[in-house]
């Protein structure tokens, strides 16, 4: 990986949540690249392994460990490894998170039909508890490693926190509506804690990223035939710079936030990282 501009993180410890995805583990191996020590967390031991293993060969430094991010137990136990095996937290990633199919609706619009349609779902259909998981991964995923992380990290030199967001948090997209609300919910909470943290030295910033092919997306972007869906050719007719994010395009924005010397003074922020989705008006 060819990091966009170089910046110093020798020492620091870095904790990222749902560091063993397409974009989360690009971003941990970005941070050792930087010369941090990255801590991964997830739930899948092997994938876990996967993104350790391939930071280490590469002459990183980077640490795993297997968490529930609704345990606040089990988060508060891994923290203590953290602290003994490690050291402590200097900068919390929190980029857990993900959709839930039982809380996306089969159509973009309602129509008559669609009630009487047994097979589709209409989001009168919407499960409860799949709403309730998606929220907890995503609100309640944030708030708890903030909690057990961020009480360390009051009155260090330095200390960041940088939530994931999504572009839809503002602009809400059709068929998700919770995941939408989830996200909008990770925009207002990085506002929040902002203000919360901002006398003791803890900055709070996120980024939104628009469209980026990911495991958990691309059975709804990519046909079995390699060719993109109705839904992916939709999004690239909405994005004026007519592709899909690489993941490494994430890393100079995310750079710029966790480098005091280049960010000091900005906090509170969500930064869209989405090619002009959010711009365009579609006209």
């Not at 923290?79 to 089969?106: F, M, R, Y």
């Not at 996120?206 to 997306?217: E, H, R, S, V, W």
């Not at 490494?248 to 005091?260: A, H, K, Q, S």
Request: glycine share 8%; with cysteine; proline share 3%.
């Amino acid at each position: 990986m060819d990091l966009p501009f170089n910046i110093n993180l020798k020492d620091k410890v870095v904790v990222v949540t749902g560091g063993s995805g397409v974009l989360g583990s690009t971003i941990c191996e970005a941070l050792a690249k930087a010369g941090a020590k990255v801590v991964v967390l997830a739930r899948n031991e092997e994938k876990i392994n996967n993104v350790v293993e391939s930071i280490q060969r590469s002459g990183g430094q980077a640490f795993g460990y297997s968490v529930d991010v609704l345990d606040k137990t089990q988060l508060e136990e891994i923290h203590a490894k953290i602290v003994s095996e490690v050291g402590q937290c200097n900068i919390l990633i929190n980029g857990a998170g993900g959709n839930h199919p039982g809380a996306t609706t089969s159509h973009e619009r309602l129509s008559v039909e669609n009630l009487q349609d047994e097979v589709e779902q209409s989001f009168f259909d919407l499960r409860k508890d799949a709403v309730e998981n998606l929220f907890h991964l995503n609100f309640l995923g944030t708030l708890l490693p903030t909690q057990v992380f961020a009480k360390n990290m009051v009155k260090m030199k330095d200390a960041t926190i940088i939530n994931v967001s999504s572009m839809n948090a503002n602009q809400p997209l059709t068929k998700i509506p919770a995941y939408s609300a989830a996200k909008a919910s990770i925009s207002n909470f990085t506002q929040w804690l902002a203000v919360y943290f901002s006398k003791v030295g803890i900055r709070v910033n996120a980024i939104a990223p628009g469209f980026f092919l990911t495991d958990q997306n691309r059975g709804l972007l990519v046909n079995e035939d390699g060719e993109y869906s109705e839904r992916a050719r939709k999004i690239l007719s909405q994005t004026p710079m007519e592709r899909f994010g690489e993941a490494d395009e994430l890393i100079g924005t995310l750079f710029w936030l966790v480098n005091t010397k280049a960010s000091s003074f900005v906090n509170g922020v969500v930064i869209p990282i989405d090619g002009g989705f959010s711009a365009y008006s579609g006209v």
